[in-house]
């Protein structure tokens, strides 16, 4: 049987605005097939206000939990030509590129207050794990 997972998704030429990008961020939360959402972010019409959606979508910084459920399938948001690309969701998309490290990049990103503490008690039996998630 055919594979009708839609991977890639091309807006060229819409200009679908803030408004548009947000309904895009919300409509692919938890989206577990799409990996290349193409625009044209000079012509799209998205503000900062839309590039924050894409961000959240791609790291949802409001938990540890909620980065590592964020949208690591996702490869490819607009293009890297547009003069407004933003720099998170750049380093975001090249994170994805590796689904498990992905995870664990975006949770020590969006939590810069991450207890190491634990780590300690343990007598770093667990540092060889931890070492093991950034060589992975």
């Known amino acids: 049987s055919e594979d009708c997972t839609l991977r890639e998704l091309a807006l060229h030429g ?3 605005g803030d408004e548009g990008a947000v309904a ?3 409509g692919l939360t ?4 799409l990996e290349c959402l193409y625009f044209d972010p000079d012509d799209s019409g998205i503000t900062d ?3 924050a959606a894409f961000s ?3 790291c949802d910084p409001s938990t540890i939990s909620s980065a590592y459920l964020s949208n690591h399938n996702i490869l490819a948001i607009g293009n890297y030509f547009g003069t407004h690309f933003p720099s998170d969701i750049k380093q975001y998309l090249e994170w994805n ?4 490290k992905a995870a664990i990049c975006k949770i020590l990103k969006s939590q810069p207050d ?23």
Request: aromatic share 20%; net charge negative.
């Open 14 to 16: 819409i200009e679908f």
């Open 24 to 26: 895009l961020a919300e």
């Open 30 to 33: 938890g989206n577990k097939s």
């Open 49 to 51: 206000v839309g590039w």
């Open 56 to 58: 959240t979508l791609l």
């Open 97 to 100: 590129n590796n689904a498990y």
């Open 114 to 136: 991450l207890d190491m503490k634990p780590f300690f008690e343990w007598k770093l039996k667990f540092l060889p794990l931890v070492m093991n998630w950034f060589e992975g």
